[in-house]
């Protein structure tokens, strides 16, 4: 995979991954309340985000240090 696509990858889930826990964050701010179903699918969302950031944050660091 080449750096530049990892480099996406890397912040494109990242971003998405600080976006779903300042939205479940105001979710509970505003003392809404929400189906469980919903505060399952942010919960996963969240948890599958961060985990493929720092797969794909980690094979760019890894890549960089082979090309340097």
Known sequence: MALANLNDKCERNATLAKDL???QE???AAGLTVPDSVQEL???SLEKSSNRAELFCEQREQMK???H
């Open 26 to 28: 105001q979710i509970e």
């Open 65 to 67: 240090k082979r090309v």
């Open 42 to 44: 942010l919960k996963e």
């Open 21 to 23: 826990e300042f939205f």
